[in-house]
Nanobody, 116 residues
Framework: VQLQASGGGLVQAGGSLRLSCVAS????????MGWFRQAPGKEREYVAT???????TVLNILKGRFSISRDNAKNTVDLQMNSLRPDDTAVYYC???????????WGQGTQVIVSS
């Protein structure tokens, strides 16, 4: 499966962004799909997952602000990010076939910058 992430950009604190990951070659229903992020100088961090069943999981500290969804018709997995904070600044990566804190397939990343 190939993954293409989009939707990143520059946003002011308190704003929202919606990231989208389009999969090609396989259906998004075939894998546990999700998002990770890596801030400058920090390790990669798990953000959210949507299982094949549709069950979603979001990192505890992001619950209430971030949500993940899947559009089977468009073959996409989206990450809705609200009430963004400067410490949400990172490169966000779409991933497929996630097990724990790792994944088999990765997209190229999309940059999110939140200004204060």
């Amino acid at each position: 499966v190939q993954l293409q992430a989009s939707g990143g950009g520059l946003v002011q604190a308190g704003g929202s962004l919606r990231l989208s990951c389009v999969a090609s070659g396989r259906s998004v229903r075939d894998y546990s799909m999700g998002w990770f992020r890596q801030a400058p100088g920090k390790e990669r961090e798990y953000v959210a997952t949507i299982e094949r069943s549709g069950t979603t999981t979001v990192l505890n500290i992001l619950k209430g602000r971030f949500s993940i969804s899947r559009d089977n018709a468009k073959n996409t997995v989206d990450l809705q990010m609200n009430s963004l904070r400067p410490d949400d600044t990172a490169v966000y990566y779409c991933a497929a076939d996630i097990v724990g804190s790792n994944a088999v397939y990765w997209g190229q990343g999309t940059q999110v910058i939140v200004s204060s």
